[in-house]
């Protein structure tokens, strides 16, 4: 099940969008999705934050998506359950 385009409009990289790690313009943190909409990267050169998609929900903790900064797109696992 596709994520609502109107979600997908508003979702930002958390890290990119807070406090003393916002990143400057007018809208920074934008996102793409990608691997047939699991994950989410992020499109600000020097953030790289990757958040998966549980069960059509985008986990955007900023923990999360940097845990997997370092793991190229292409190795992304299949993100999983959100609770085993």
């Known amino acids: 099940m596709p994520l609502p385009a109107d979600l997908l409009e508003i979702l930002r990289c958390p890290y990119?969008?807070?406090g003393d790690t916002r990143k400057p313009g007018d809208d920074p943190g934008r996102l793409q999705l990608v691997l047939q909409e699991t994950w989410f990267v992020c499109q600000?050169?020097?953030c790289g934050?990757?958040?998966p998609i549980r069960?059509?929900?985008?986990?955007?903790?900023?923990?999360e998506g940097t845990k997997w900064m370092n793991t190229?797109?292409?190795n992304l696992p299949q993100p999983g359950k959100m609770v085993d």
């Open 16 to 18: 990119c969008v807070s």
């Open 55 to 63: 069960e059509n929900i985008p986990v955007m903790l900023i923990e």
């Open 44 to 46: 600000e050169p020097d």
């Open 49 to 51: 934050r990757k958040y």
């Open 72 to 74: 190229p797109v292409a």
